[in-house]
């Protein structure tokens, strides 16, 4: 698995990184059982990133992970967890004093001393914009309780106001085949500041599995269910905010075409992986071998499949099906 650096920490984190939101409920519940097996088995196959957040289960995420590496080698293992939706998304939530709330419940539930990277999720402009957001966070940096900092976002605007930040680690944006818009600008910013991109929703909710049809359906509970139009959160989460059944037939083009043996979610990881800017992609994984195989994504950065190719096939499939209605947004 390649390491790549994580901005200026002098820490390394895999291409290949481990997403936890699966861990909490919102994809129809993981049992613990699955979930420590789910990251022994990503650990085994070289990933030493773990990107979670408080909400996620309400804390469960964290605390799995936690327990993970109480009884794991966990050395070399980056957690990055993320803060800020456990209350009202409102500007004047966003306080030293909450921050303080939110990284001593991480650090409890994750038993650590200091946090390995605290992202500020998916927080709103006014708060990314704030020269006080970034006073408040290099102050924990100073006392120790985290060791660096992020932000999570869902538009380019807020990515690129981020990046402004001298002291940012990494940016946490989605990117994937469905979702080209980072590539104008984001990620050329981001190269040259020297910040680490976490490619999220690499795989648009599963639809870039290649294994939906028009007819699958989804667990109540799931957020494939009741988030398809954004009537829980931002609508870009679930499926990428593509149409269902467009990122279905999408899909479908893209897995038509791939050299047999590769298989539609390894092209798409190691295509987002392969894009200058990108330090790692962080898929998740439901079972031990879905995270064994995302983790084995990897191995086609190292030959044996035309990244190039599938980037030319990405790009004319999304121009001619989804820019229009996509690229405007977010």
Request: aromatic letters at 8%; one cysteine or more.
């Amino acid at each position: 698995m390649q390491q790549r650096p994580l901005s200026r920490t002098g820490r390394e984190v895999s291409a290949i990184g481990l997403g936890t939101w699966q861990l909490g409920p919102d994809w129809g519940g993981v049992s613990e059982d699955a979930a420590m097996q789910v990251l022994g088995a990503s650990v085994d196959a070289g990933v030493t990133l773990f990107d979670t957040a408080d909400v996620y289960g309400d804390g469960r995420s964290e605390e799995l992970i936690g327990a993970f590496l109480q009884t794991s080698d966990a050395a070399g293992i980056t957690v990055a967890t993320k803060m800020g939706r456990r209350e009202d998304q409102v500007p004047e939530n966003y306080t030293m004093e909450n921050f303080r709330a939110w990284t001593e419940r991480s650090r409890r539930l994750l038993a650590q001393d200091t946090l390995d990277l605290v992202q500020l999720h998916c927080p709103p402009s006014a708060v990314i914009d704030d020269d006080a957001t970034y006073d408040a966070l290099d102050q924990l940096v100073s006392e120790g309780v985290i060791a660096a900092y992020g932000v999570s976002v869902e538009t380019m605007d807020q990515a690129l106001s981020a990046l402004r930040r001298p002291n940012l680690t990494n940016l946490q944006i989605i990117f994937n085949p469905f979702r080209l818009k980072p590539l104008d600008e984001v990620l050329p910013l981001a190269a040259e500041k020297g910040v680490a991109v976490f490619a999220r929703v690499p795989l648009a909710s599963g639809l870039l599995s290649g294994k939906y049809s028009v007819d699958t359906t989804f667990d109540k509970d799931d957020h494939r269910t009741y988030n398809r139009n954004g009537e829980a959160f931002d609508k870009g989460e679930t499926f990428s905010g593509v149409p269902f059944a467009e990122g279905v037939a999408a899909a479908d083009e893209l897995k038509a075409a791939l050299p047999e043996g590769v298989t539609l979610p390894a092209a798409t990881l190691a295509w987002i992986a392969s894009r200058e800017g990108v330090t790692s992609v962080i898929p998740g994984a439901r079972s031990a071998e879905q995270a064994t195989a995302n983790a084995a994504a990897a191995d086609l950065l190292d030959g044996g499949f035309d990244v190039a190719a599938f980037d030319t096939l990405v790009r004319d499939v999304y121009d001619r099906r989804l820019r229009a209605e996509i690229h405007p947004q977010w």
